[in-house]
């Protein structure tokens, strides 16, 4: 009997032997990235924007729930863009939907915020530009279907661009994501 339980515990307990299985990077919360290196500014707190939010006259959207991801922590884009990679495993055939989670404003449409648009890059190709425009409400989180030509040495690389002819940063995102399927926002 005392055979038998063992067999069975180290049939599923032995990560060495059975366990071939790698971690893949297929979200990131921004604010576990442990770059220290970074300044305090580089990132938002959902308390903080929502008061320059209000302040302007809009409205801050919650950190979407979605992929089970949400701390109310974005990581702020900066004028010169944003670069970061997520991983699939090797010899991937499915689709990829990916699923980008921006710090999102609602304005009424007499509002005198100016538009600002935010290009999405995907393997060094435009994907998608979004808008904030006072009056419309642009879909969030952002989602893009990928193809396995998107995908380069087992890695999405991703780049955000904001236009920055306003000044400032005026994007943030709070999370990003991939799932094989159509996610329910």
Not at 35 to 48: A, D, I, K, R, V
Not at 120 to 149: C, D, H, S, W
Request: aromatic share 16%.
């Amino acid at each position: 009997m005392i055979q038998i339980f063992l067999f069975i515990f180290f049939v599923f307990f032995s990560d060495p032997i059975f366990s071939n299985q790698e971690e893949y990077k297929n979200s990131i919360n921004f604010t576990s990235i442990g770059n220290t290196e970074l300044p305090p500014e580089s990132f938002g707190y959902y308390h903080q924007l929502r008061k320059w939010a209000n302040f302007q006259k809009m409205k801050l959207k919650k950190d979407s729930r979605l992929g089970g991801i949400s701390d109310g922590i974005c990581r702020m884009i900066p004028n010169e863009g944003l670069e970061f990679f997520l991983e699939v495993p090797p010899n991937w055939k499915k689709r990829i939907f990916l699923y980008l989670d921006f710090t999102t404003y609602e304005a009424e449409a007499d509002s005198k915020f100016p538009t600002r648009s935010l290009s999405i890059l995907v393997g060094g190709k435009l994907k998608k530009i979004i808008y904030f425009q006072p009056g419309a409400l642009e879909e969030n989180p952002t989602m893009i279907p990928l193809e396995r030509i998107d995908i380069h040495n087992n890695k999405i690389y991703i780049k955000l661009i904001p236009d920055h002819t306003e000044g400032g940063k005026f994007w943030g995102i709070w999370d990003a994501f991939y799932s094989t399927k159509k996610e329910i926002p």
